[in-house]
């Protein structure tokens, strides 16, 4: 599938189902019941695993809404990402992400969507999952789904879903509902269902 969180994490990240990440028709709240988490807003730079690695910068902030009938500015729940890549052989590259954030079980997840160029408009209308920690500084790691437990999960009745298997990687597929998508995160090891290496962002500013 198409759709990536964080270009970064996907090249240095080990996913636990190698080829692509797992996708979902429903996020795993509703823009009404999502939370909005003030941490996250800010500007960062991703952790560099050796100097000759391309700088990236990422600014998360949260989509403001028209002021309502009081004349208060409101803010929406929806998390708006952008990271800006610094090519020591190319000029900028940059890539949008719209996404939802939800607390589950004591942990804390992000239902992203990829934008397209306009900005506006996603690029498909299916989500990924990633699970997310902010620490006493401010920086942030984030790990991606296990797409290899999804597809057992499917496999085994436990969520609605299609798994389509080629060479080298399966395409992964949920059609569940938000309500057992969120059941069935808060149910297993956050450990094991968000595993592997996570991105360190690094905060620079609020």
């Known amino acids: ?11 240095g990240a080990t996913l636990l189902l190698a080829g ?18 003030a941490r ?54 940059g890539a949008a992400y719209r996404a939802l954030t939800t607390h589950l079980g004591g942990q804390d ?21 990633a699970r997310y920690e902010v620490n006493w500084s401010g920086d942030l790691r984030v790990w991606l ?7 057992d999960a499917i496999k085994t009745g436990k969520l609605r879903g299609t798994v389509t298997q080629h060479k080298t990687s399966d395409d992964i597929l949920l059609t569940d509902s938000t309500e057992h998508l969120a059941a069935f995160v808060a149910a297993g090891d956050p450990v094991k269902l968000f595993g592997g290496k996570p991105l360190i962002l690094y905060r620079l500013a609020r």
């Open 20 to 37: 692509c990440l797992a996708e979902s028709k429903n996020p795993l709240s509703t823009p009404e019941a999502s939370t909005i988490d």
């Open 109 to 129: 997840y992000l239902s992203f969507i990829q934008l397209g160029s306009t900005g506006d408009k996603e690029k498909s209308a299916v989500y990924s999952f």
């Open 40 to 93: 996250l807003e800010g500007i960062y730079v991703s952790r560099r695993e050796k100097r000759s690695d391309d700088l990236d910068g990422w600014h998360f902030h949260y989509r403001g809404a028209n002021a309502d009938a009081s004349g208060r500015s409101r803010t929406t729940p929806w998390l708006e990402v952008l990271d800006v890549e610094h090519e020591k052989n190319g000029g900028l590259k």
């Open 1 to 11: 599938m198409k759709t990536r969180f964080l270009s970064t994490l996907l090249a």
């Open 145 to 151: 789904v296990n797409s290899g437990a999804l597809a």
